[in-house]
């Protein structure tokens, strides 16, 4: 079967532009985060998206990141007025989600930023 | 909060030899603890979880073990092939929330 497909897989954008960064999880899986992996922080978590509950947003760096989940399925991550230190490559996840104990992330391939 | 470490940050092996990787973490109350692979330039490949209850799993050459109270888990590869060059990364799920936080990798490079 598929596994979590993302787009696109490299954007390059220039500073002060918008970006948006989607996201197809695996058929089935509930749950649904995106993490971002950087030189200089490695990988950190953004936000989780679990059915119809609200996201936990608690790891987003800065009011310029937001993301929406439609449907319960594809995930959009957009960033405003983006800045140089926003490159980094974006990568998510999807999980089933049924027991806290065996709930296994499966990732995408991910979309390298790079602001200019 | 929760820390993950991972030593070495580098490792060089001749084929053949065992892998032996080490991941740390500070706050015992997780949920989960996985193993991932991350080739150059590509995603994390899941290769292992281990529920907060085991104390290890297996799948044919990867072995891992889990020790909780200690904060501890290893990561064995047995009879190591140049096709196991690629970072590890160890990532625990804690009850503070339904999101993995990660080691910084442990770069492997197996010589043929």
């Known amino acids: 079967g598929a596994g979590v497909s993302q787009s696109p897989s490299n954007k390059v954008t220039e500073k002060g532009k918008d970006v948006e960064l989607r996201c197809d999880p695996i058929?089935?899986?509930?749950?649904l985060y995106w993490y971002r992996q950087s030189l200089g922080q490695g990988l950190e978590f953004l936000i989780y998206f679990q059915g119809n509950s609200a996201p936990d947003k608690s790891g987003l760096p800065s009011d310029r990141f937001s993301a929406e989940r439609t449907g319960g399925s594809v995930s959009t991550l957009t960033i405003q007025r983006t800045q140089q230190e926003d490159s980094a490559v974006y990568l998510c996840?999807?999980?089933?989600?049924?027991?806290?104990?065996?709930?296994?992330?499966?990732f995408g391939p991910g979309t390298r930023l790079t602001v200019l | 909060k929760q820390e993950v470490t991972q030593i070495p940050a580098a490792l060089s092996v001749p084929e053949g030899e065992n892998l032996v990787l080490n991941c740390s973490f500070t706050d015992s109350a997780i949920y989960n603890l996985q193993w991932f692979r991350q080739d150059p330039g590509k995603g994390l490949t899941s290769l292992l979880l281990i529920q907060s209850s085991q104390r290890e799993q297996t799948s044919g050459r990867l072995n891992a073990s889990l020790d909780k109270s200690s904060g501890r888990s290893t990561l064995y590869i047995a009879a190591s092939q140049p096709g196991d060059s690629a970072t590890y990364l160890c990532?625990?799920?804690?009850?503070?929330?339904?999101?993995?936080?990660f080691g910084g990798g442990t770069r492997v490079l197996v010589k043929p």
């Open positions: 058929s089935g899986h509930t749950a």
């Open positions: 996840a999807s999980s089933f989600e049924g027991l806290r104990q065996n709930n296994e992330q499966f």
């Open positions: 990532a625990v799920e804690g009850a503070a929330g339904n999101k993995l936080t």
